[in-house]
């Protein structure tokens, strides 16, 4: 059977800005972490994927090699409001811990143990 854990945070959009960033760091020294990505409007009611870019490449699964970090770009040109981006993990870790800069609340940082 496999573990699969989600992990979610809301991010508030800026006004004067039609991307949110997000990096992702793998902690864990051994392993590489898979992971499926999400992004939607908060308000929206299908949440409806938001474009989710690596190295301006559309992204929805990526991995995290051991000790290495990512910055992912998520379009938010059609959003007001916040977004809530989401990883989903298969194969149990042991979770994701998400870190927000009170002077920048749009810049989240997540890592993954």
């Known amino acids: 059977m496999s573990n699969t854990s989600v992990s979610r945070c809301t ?8 991307s949110l960033y997000v990096k992702v760091k793998n902690k864990n020294q051994k392993l590489s972490r898979q992971i499926t990505i999400n992004a939607y409007s908060k308000n929206s009611s299908t949440k409806e994927s938001l474009p989710v870019y690596v190295d301006n ?45 009170s002077k920048n609340p749009s810049a989240v940082e997540l890592q993954i143990k």
């Open 11 to 18: 991010i508030p959009t800026q006004e004067d800005s039609d």
């Open 57 to 101: 490449q559309l992204t929805k699964i990526d991995t995290l090699e051991p000790e290495t970090e990512k910055v992912y770009r998520i379009d938010v040109s059609n959003v007001k409001g916040q977004v809530i981006f989401e990883i989903t993990q298969k194969n149990g870790s042991s979770g994701i811990k998400i870190s927000k800069n």
